[in-house]
């Protein structure tokens, strides 16, 4: 008893003493939420200790589906076979000086099991798209779809993270969106700010293109920063071409305040992007000569592990 109270105890502590100090923030996505090697946690762990890494991402729920211990969301087979993956991997990285974010998808059904989306469709919180076809993303106008995810939220900052990670905190590219549709997601975070509090960390993935983020998916990331809800960015700059890169870290860095805020996302292993070790590197270092705080990888793989984590961050 007297041990397993210490080890809570220690688990609460980690958040505070987690941040003491100046350090630029080398970060990694963990996309399978069940890290490199799944029911070893320590293994990982290790590795990414090894590696130089600060913080990680790990991938631990979505509006349709917890790889945790959720009394709301519907448990995965990850969880069924592994165990609860943030409380594994929350033990794992104790004494390692790794910061272990909880990610979380917030109005986007990634898993699509055909069950869950008629359930929300049942309760109409999806979104349709221009063509009145049902979409994917649930709709963050509607309250209760709100509600629906800061309760997530809400369990989730019961556990010593780090910080909570927020993906998909938008509209979809093609959904249907109101013209206040930027608006309603600022008051979104803010109202996920007063769940997370400081010092534990609300940071977000975003698209990379801004301004034009506002009218494509209603995501005025510049401004979260600027009203300090959130306390660091990570636009998803997925590119494979130098200039474009260039491009995106120039509009980010326009005001250094930002800069500073911002862990800029690199796309080893994305959709948008294939990159090899040299290429990484290089834009972990245009990164740095811009003054961001860190770089983010997407994602944390057997390829990332073999090929890219032995070349940076050294």
């Known amino acids: 008893m007297r041990a397993s109270i210490l080890f809570t105890f220690s688990l609460l502590l980690f958040p505070l003493l987690a941040f003491s100090g100046q350090q630029e923030i080398h970060a990694v996505w963990d996309h399978s939420g069940r890290g490199l090697y799944p029911g070893n946690w320590a293994k990982t762990m290790a590795v990414l200790k090894k590696s130089n890494v600060t913080d990680l991402y790990l991938n631990v729920g979505g509006v349709d589906f917890a ?9 995965t087979q990850t969880y069924k076979a592994y165990g609860d993956q943030l409380l594994a991997c929350l033990r794992a990285a104790q004494g390692t000086g790794v910061r272990v974010h909880a990610w979380f998808i917030c109005f986007n059904a990634t898993r699509n099991a055909p069950t869950t989306l008629e359930t929300f469709r049942k309760r109409g919180w999806r979104l349709k798209d221009d063509k009145g076809q049902l979409t994917t993303y649930l709709d963050p106008s509607n309250p209760t779809v709100r509600a629906y995810v800061l309760a997530a ?12 990670h927020l993906d998909f ?6 959904s249907i969106k109101p013209p206040n549709a930027a608006p309603i997601i600022t ?27 506002i009218t ?4 005025d990331w510049p401004r979260w920063l600027d009203l300090n809800i959130v306390d660091y960015v990570a636009p998803m700059d ?15 860095a326009s005001l250094s305040t930002r800069a500073k805020r911002t862990i800029v996302g690199i796309g080893v292993m994305a959709n948008e ?13 245009l990164a740095r000569k811009s003054g961001f705080a860190g770089q983010a990888l997407f994602k944390l793989d057997a390829n990332l592990e073999a090929r890219v984590l032995p070349y940076v961050w050294r």
Do not use: M
């Open 67 to 75: 790889h945790y211990a959720s009394a709301r969301l519907p448990k």
């Open 153 to 164: 939220i809400d369990e989730l900052v019961r556990y010593p993270v780090a910080g909570i």
């Open 169 to 174: 905190v938008r509209w979809g590219d093609a």
């Open 187 to 213: 008051q979104f975070v803010a109202d996920a700010r007063h769940r997370v509090k400081r010092p534990k960390q609300l940071t977000a993935a975003v698209y990379g293109k801004y301004p034009n983020c």
């Open 216 to 219: 494509s998916v209603g995501q």
């Open 238 to 252: 997925y590119t494979s071409s130098t200039s474009q890169f260039r491009a995106l870290l120039a509009q980010q």
């Open 273 to 285: 992007s294939k990159l090899n070790a040299q290429q990484v590197d290089q834009q972990v270092s």
